[in-house]
């Protein structure tokens, strides 16, 4: 695969990604899903659970898709940099390990809650909502932190992207890192806030790297030996 349509393929999967984890969003918050209280009770769990069936389903695999489509567009911001072996580098893969574990094990409560809510088990759906509902305040907590501290050290050392991409990355991994600490103690829509971020810098980063795939050549530039 020459270097153009890798980088190309690269940025389709980080436009991609993000316009997937949007629509995940958006029918949440169009249909009033993502609005339902974390205290909500038995029956209006299983109300909503039931009548937007179909739409759980899909928002699970919006999240998922959409979340792979996201780390592989990390990941390769990672090689195309040459930082795979360093400690950033590596700190951003398992930031990235732990981001789809946290959107799969979330997925599974999400289908659980529909399909338990189908079959007439209304505390399995009770249950898997709230287990699903803890999730929003994880990512910002772990996940997100190390994976944009990672990307901002790899980008400041590398000429794959502009340097403001790195600085960008850099507060990014600190706006989430305060926020998974506040939302703890007060609502997880700060959370939302930061993710709105996070996708304009996805959106950005990805269509620099796609109007540069034409002129631009790979590059390592390590910021420094034991960074």
Known sequence: MSAQLSRVLI???GILGTVLLGLYFGVGFSTGLAQLSSAATQTQVVS???QYHTLWYLGTWLQATGSLLSVVFFLALVQKSGATARLAGLLTTVGSAVLLAVVLIEGVFTIDLA???ANGHLETSLTSFDLMTVFTYIYPIVPAPVIFLGLGTILLGSRLLPRVFGFLAFGLGIAFAIVGLIALFTTAILSIVVLSLQALWVLAAAITLLVRAGTASDTTGEAS???
Do not use: E, F, K, Y
């Open 225 to 227: 030996p034991g960074s």
């Open 11 to 13: 940025a389709l999967s």
């Open 115 to 117: 399909q338990a809510a």
């Open 48 to 50: 909503v659970a039931t």
